[in-house]
């Protein structure tokens, strides 16, 4: 069965940091690699970054410098630090596999928003 619980969202001001966290079933985190969607108010889902089994990652370059993603393999746990927070980075955060579909399933994320 497929879980997905994202967490660690909040109310942060500007040039702030949070560190989201995302429980990911067993099965899916093995088999594949990770990522971090975020989906702002009237716009569509946009990945964030991923890792890779490997470690290896990707940043989208509205985040690059700024967020950090990992895994920790013992606890199936996805985690996105993210520093230096913009308003522009508003947005329920979504983790799942990479190349997710709409149809797949969603977990019901965590609401990041920045504003002072």
């Known amino acids: 069965q497929v879980q997905l619980v994202e967490s660690g969202g909040g109310l942060v001001q500007p040039g702030g940091s949070l560190r989201l966290s995302c429980a990911a079933s067993?099965?899916?985190?093995?088999?594949?690699?990770m990522g971090w969607y975020r989906q702002a108010p009237g716009k569509q889902r946009e990945l964030v970054a991923t890792?890779?089994?490997?470690?290896?990652?990707f940043y989208a370059d509205s985040v690059k410098g700024r967020f950090t993603i990992s895994r920790d393999s013992r606890n199936n746990v996805v985690s996105l630090q993210m520093n230096n927070l913009k308003p522009e980075d508003t947005a329920t955060y979504y983790c799942?596999?990479?190349?997710?579909?709409?149809?797949?399933?969603w977990g019901k994320g965590t609401l990041v928003t920045v504003s002072s």
């Open positions: 067993g099965t899916m985190f093995r088999i594949y690699a």
């Open positions: 890792i890779a089994n490997s470690g290896s990652t």
């Open positions: 799942n596999r990479i190349s997710a579909q709409d149809t797949d399933y």
